[in-house]
């Protein structure tokens, strides 16, 4: 299943770092979440270029999660080329991940 099924993510950016959060839909749900969506897990969702600096904060109170990627709007918002500065799509990539 894809993990859209059981929770739904936001994205936020400070310079170079992108954050991705991501909430279950029902607090049922928390404890498959936290246990199958592993920092290496997202690291291989994204591949290796994306980055190499990945750290994942728990919320179990409001059954969700944090991702925060260091250097991965390479240069951040007004000195990068990309497409998708902010890197607002990158919850959409992660959510489309099989659990």
């Given at each position: 299943?894809?993990?859209?099924?059981?929770?739904?993510?936001?994205?936020?950016?400070?310079?170079d770092t992108s954050?991705?959060?991501?909430?279950?839909?029902?607090?049922?749900?928390?404890?498959?979440?936290?246990?199958?969506?592993?920092?290496?897990?997202?690291?291989?969702?994204?591949?290796?270029?994306?980055?190499?600096?990945?750290?994942?904060?728990?919320?179990?109170?409001?059954?969700?999660?944090?991702?925060?990627?260091?250097?991965?709007?390479?240069?951040?918002?007004?000195?990068?080329?990309?497409?998708?500065?902010?890197?607002?799509?990158?919850?959409?990539?992660?959510?489309?991940?099989?659990?």
């Amino acid at each position: 299943m894809k993990l859209h099924e059981l929770a739904h993510g936001r994205t936020g950016d400070k310079g170079d770092t992108s954050n991705i959060s991501i909430i279950a839909y029902e607090p049922a749900d928390w404890t498959q979440l936290e246990r199958e969506i592993t920092v290496e897990k997202v690291a291989a969702h994204f591949g290796a270029s994306f980055s190499k600096d990945i750290t994942r904060y728990t919320l179990p109170q409001l059954h969700a999660m944090n991702f925060v990627f260091k250097g991965a709007l390479t240069g951040g918002v007004t000195r990068s080329l990309v497409l998708d500065a902010h890197g607002k799509c990158l919850a959409s990539v992660l959510l489309e991940m099989e659990i």
